[in-house]
């Protein structure tokens, strides 16, 4: 039942098979893949990858003759495959994909006379050139007539996901072409960094992974199509990654106290505290999180009384603007919000929502995979526009535990927060999808990997709770899935609360709880001065299957407390390691692991920079 491949096996706390879907099928009969609005949507994207697809040729001729190095022309480039320029062969040579990089980059306009410096710039142009042309070719296919709903899913989230990789390569190649300051340059004006560069590559191989597992079920012709359209996707945007990595832009590496080059901000580390906020918050946005939510002038109220300026949330983000570039306020006043999928699309920027409280305001919802959905697409709430903040909400997928991964909320937006909110689900209740995000003084529930994805994100002062599973089943807090080395991606937990839920208390010895399972690779997941009960097994870890991931991965511990946290039967895989060096901690702060004091002192929202509680 789950389009993650890899997310079964013979050790999955599920204790039975989970995929059983209602796959395509050969049948020459196609009918339109939904309403006559979705058929337009896939029109437009078809159009707009058509223009992007030439635009991205064009500005490779445009980044070739600016620089004066002179054009290949097809056929010298064909005459030449094969026969890499020096600049080609040391570039390729630090990719895990060399072969597809000398053989792309031979085909694209000016690398043959290019500069390895310039080979960065025209691998990210490559890469973008071929998702266009992915979601140009796959937005035009037609659905055979017996193809089920989760099929359907799959696709529309594929379209979107290419949609988002093709926006995080167009702003990396921009940051790139601009020469980007370095995180030490940056002084707070809004420019890029290296920091960003390796985010949004990072989000971009996240969703082509996304994508695939989510069409890996389907069969016949659509499915055929649309892996040949998604073919060498991952490891392009995985060869770019590594090529700008290897030119200075960030080396993070499987161990994180190898990477010398980012500033330790240890100046951080004892911040003041003002009141609840640090004391480099401005005053107006200490003022926005401080006050009672009658005090603040909010854009949108959003009433199921009618009693406000909209009645249901998806009609506020519907108005909302887009591209926004201020904090625009969505008021959900109390009440049970049940809408279809709800999501806040990737231009619907710098969007608040602020609720009545946890378990007042609530955004509930009961799609999962069982019922035919990819898990990507069961999300009661979704958020990819960057910016994206909740305060005081209730995210809820109540499917329960039979109906296996359903998830509660899902966040894909780059400098989110999630504020003073509940997430309560069971298998997969919170999706911490792609790109830097940040959780503080939340309540999360859960049994089966119930805090998964591949974002940059800190936990900070949150109650982490494991419920009570089906029979058979071991409670998984965390499956993080980073694939390739070069991303900056993880999950880091730092001052935070491990309980059992209030079902799980009495029966806890029945249930082992584990502190995570690699989902992939290079699964990477710390755990900092926080407090564990005593239903943690005391191995701490679990397997994926069998030694799956056990010398790639990075998982550590530094400091926590509490029964569950004694080390003495911790796992003894290679990649685990009880941290003791505080430098070594510090790579999984807010300071450094999503450069937080960049970014969070706008949004108000009180948090540690450093390890300091």
Not at 106 to 122: C, N, W
Not at 145 to 170: I, Q
């Amino acid at each position: 039942m789950d389009e993650y491949l890899a997310r079964l096996g013979p050790t999955d706390p599920g204790g039975s098979s989970r995929r059983s879907t209602a796959p395509l099928t050969g049948s020459t009969t196609v009918v339109s893949p939904n309403s006559s609005s979705t058929k337009k949507k896939l029109v437009m994207l078809a159009v707009l990858a058509a223009i992007l697809i030439v635009a991205s040729v064009v500005s490779a001729v445009l980044v070739t003759v600016i620089r004066s190095r002179g054009g290949s022309s097809a056929g010298e480039n064909s005459n030449l495959r094969g026969k890499p320029t020096q600049a080609i062969s040391r570039t390729c040579s630090r990719t895990r994909f060399p072969t597809l990089c000398i053989n792309s980059l031979l085909d694209f306009p000016g690398s043959t006379t290019a500069t390895e410096q310039d080979l960065v710039h025209i691998s990210f142009n490559m890469t973008h050139h071929h998702i266009s042309r992915a979601l140009y070719t796959s937005s035009g296919l037609s659905f055979p007539a017996s193809a089920g709903t989760r099929a359907r899913a799959a696709y529309e989230d594929c379209l979107e996901l290419l949609d988002d990789s093709m926006d995080a390569l167009s702003r990396s190649l921009s940051s790139v072409v601009a020469v980007a300051p370095t995180n030490d340059e940056r002084d707070g004006d809004g420019s890029s960094t290296t920091d960003d560069v390796l985010t949004w590559l990072s989000a971009a191989l996240t969703n082509q992974d996304t994508c695939l597992e989510g069409i890996e079920d389907a069969s016949g012709s659509v499915k055929d199509h649309m892996v040949g359209n998604l073919k060498d996707l991952s490891e392009l945007v995985s060869n770019s990654l590594a090529i700008f990595s290897a030119s200075g832009g960030g080396d993070f590496s499987e161990v994180p106290i190898q990477n010398k080059r980012r500033r330790l901000f240890t100046h951080l580390g004892n911040t003041q505290i003002s009141g609840k906020f640090p004391r480099w918050v401005n005053k107006r946005d200490r003022r926005l999180l401080s006050l009672p939510i009658s005090a603040i002038q909010v854009d949108i109220i959003v009433s199921k009384s009618g009693n406000g300026t909209a009645k249901t949330i998806a009609e506020a983000i519907k108005k909302a603007p887009e591209h926004s570039r201020r904090r625009f306020i969505i008021y959900v006043m109390a009440g049970r919000y049940e809408e279809n999928n709800l999501k806040v699309g990737k231009k619907k920027t710098n969007l608040m929502f602020i609720g009545d409280g946890k378990g007042k305001t609530v955004i509930t919802g009961k799609k999962n995979v069982v019922d035919g959905m990819t898990t990507f697409h069961t999300a009661s709430f979704a958020a990819s526009g960057a910016g994206f903040i909740a305060r005081d909400i209730t995210f809820e997928n109540y499917a329960g535990p039979a109906k296996h991964q359903a998830v509660a909320l899902r966040v894909g937006a780059d400098h989110a927060v999630v504020f003073r909110c509940n997430i309560v689900g069971y298998q997969d209740s919170c999706y911490v999808h792609s790109n830097r995000q940040f959780f503080r003084e939340c309540d999360i529930y859960g049994t089966v990997d119930f805090i998964f994805g591949n974002a940059a994100v800190v936990f900070q002062k949150c109650n982490i709770y494991a419920r009570k599973p089906m029979a058979q089943q071991k409670n998984t807090i965390t499956a993080q899935n980073r694939k390739d080395p070069n991303q900056n991606t993880g999950i880091s937990i730092h001052n935070c609360r491990i309980l059992p839920a209030p079902d799980l208390n009495p029966v806890k010895d029945q249930f082992p709880t584990y502190l995570g399972r690699p989902w992939k690779t290079y699964s990477r997941t710390v755990y900092m001065l926080s407090n564990m009960s005593d239903h943690v097994h005391p191995r701490g870890w679990l397997e994926w299957n069998g030694d799956f991931a056990l010398d790639t991965l990075y998982y550590g511990e530094y400091m926590n407390y509490g029964p569950g946290a004694a080390i003495g039967q911790r796992v003894k895989w290679p990649g685990y390691r009880i941290i003791t060096s505080t430098v070594e901690a510090d790579r999984f702060t807010v300071a450094q692991f999503i450069s937080g004091s960049s970014w969070l002192p706008s949004t108000g929202v009180a948090y540690l920079a450093g390890l300091s509680t």
